[in-house]
């Protein structure tokens, strides 16, 4: 068996009156992420994880955000279509870890929900999915609440 690894990131400015969208999950909040699609922070460096463990390039080659095709786009589509590109090529997800900088709110109500949701996507269990959620203790853009970001780290498998 094949195994390989890869790591994405991504971040989105926080701004008053837009949807809040985390992990495939709306939280509820009264503000959210400044993005083209729907700007979930934590799908955006998942598939950039999942494309980096298949050397596929980035998710602004697939999903550039200057077309209208992403405009407002549902982040678990783009999720759903790479985990699609790395099976037409043999390559299907063996577990995924995702860190999430947030200052407020306190995501702990909403992790197992966002495992859930992402490990359906992906056709794992959800013990192969882990959601970890931070604040920056109040440090930098995000302690500041200016944005959000977001690490993931995968492994792939092909036989
Ligand atoms: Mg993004």
């Given at each position: 068996m094949q195994i390989r690894i890869g790591q994405g990131y991504d971040v989105h400015a926080i701004a008053p009156g837009l949807p809040m969208w985390l992990g495939g999950i709306q939280i509820p909040c009264d503000k959210g992420f400044v993005a083209h699609s729907d700007g979930d922070v934590a799908i955006h460096a998942l598939c950039d994880a999942l494309l980096g463990a298949a050397a596929l390039g980035d998710i602004g080659l697939h999903f550039p955000d200057n077309s209208p095709e992403w405009k407002g786009a549902d982040s678990k589509m783009l999720l759903a279509r790479v985990v699609e590109m790395l099976s037409e090529r043999g390559w299907r997800a063996g577990n995924a870890d995702i860190t999430i900088a947030l200052q407020t709110p306190k995501l702990r109500p909403y992790i197992d929900a966002m495992r859930s949701t992402?490990?359906?996507?992906?056709?794992?269990?959800?013990?192969?999915?882990?959601?970890?959620?931070?604040?920056?203790?109040?440090?930098?853009?995000?302690?500041?609440?200016?944005?959000?970001?977001?690490?993931?780290?995968?492994t792939i498998c092909k036989d």
């Open positions: 992402l490990a359906s996507i992906l056709g794992l269990e959800e013990d192969a999915v882990s959601v970890k959620a931070t604040t920056t203790e109040h440090l930098g853009f995000v302690g500041r609440g200016e944005g959000c970001e977001a690490w993931a780290v995968v």
